[in-house]
């Protein structure tokens, strides 16, 4: 009998499944090779900067602007803005929140480098996360009259006569109710489905850590946390301190070693 030269079938199975699955380990090894390298593009280093920038900017306002709470607060009635501004001009900006004005608008430099940084994980996602972040930004300036409410605090101090005073005053309360109006509704809404969205994707990938992506999960989660009745308040500065700090710490870090390697 001549032997057979032709492999067992058995062996012939085993080796292709070891091929198989070798070839499943390279082209996962691939994907990821691709998921993390993506992002380190030469076209977009300084956007990664500045998003990363940015994103401190919101980091080191944050003990300002609790200073400047603590020390002026925020009035509740027009009038009270006016005799604040009319006595201190930059603490009435600082307390109308024009610091988060700044960082909101900054932060659209973080909301485009995000983007562009996870796009490759699921695009569907983040150009909806992109879309909902700059209606975001806009809504919350658009909530934020300061540069009005000053010009109107000028136009009631320099009022000759009590009808123009009224008239000045009844402007001022109209400019307030905006302050928690339709549009500081919306921003508030839009900033939490955003950061459920964006660390979603953070989730799916290896390019930013899932510690990262947790501390925004928790940020949108007690954001909401200002409609709860009585102690809303207080746990929605939970968003601020400790959760959305970390979390722009943590995305900071990582735009800025993405910008480098770019």
């Known amino acids: 009998m001549v032997p057979s030269v032709l492999p067992h079938p058995s062996t012939s199975y085993c080796c292709s499944g070891r091929l198989h699955r070798k070839e499943n380990r ?3 090894t691939r994907r990821s090779q691709v998921t993390e390298a993506e992002p380190a593009d030469p076209r977009w280093s300084w956007l990664y900067k500045i998003g990363g920038a940015a994103a401190l900017f919101g980091v080191a306002i944050i003990p300002i602007q609790l200073i400047v709470f603590i020390a002026w607060g925020q009035p509740e009635t027009a009038i009270g803005w006016f005799t604040l501004f009319e006595d201190n001009k930059l603490a009435g900006l600082l307390a109308f929140e024009l610091l988060l004005i700044v960082s909101v608008a900054l932060g659209i430099a973080t909301t485009l480098a995000l983007y562009i940084a996870l796009r ?3 695009e569907s996602f983040m150009v909806i996360a992109l879309a909902l972040g700059l209606v975001e930004a ?3 300036i ?4 300061t540069f009005e409410m000053l010009y109107l605090s000028e136009g009631y101090a320099a009022a000759a006569t009590d009808a123009q005073r009224a008239m000045f005053l009844a402007a001022g309360e109209a400019m307030l109710a905006t302050f928690t109006g339709t549009a500081f509704h919306l921003s508030i809404n839009l900033f939490s489905i955003y950061f459920l969205i964006v660390s979603g994707v953070m989730l ?3 390019i930013f850590g899932r510690v990262t992506a947790y501390m925004g999960i928790l940020a949108a989660i007690f954001n909401w946390a200002l409609y709860v009745p009585t102690i809303g308040l207080f746990l929605s500065i939970l968003s601020v301190f400790p959760f ?3 979390w722009n710490i943590l995305v900071a870090r990582r735009l800025f070693q993405l910008g480098k390697a770019s």
């Open 138 to 140: 806009i809504a919350f």
């Open 120 to 122: 490759r994980v699921n």
């Open 142 to 145: 658009l909530a934020r009259p």
């Open 244 to 246: 959305l700090t970390i």
């Open 204 to 206: 799916r990938s290896n």
């Open 26 to 28: 390279v082209s996962q």
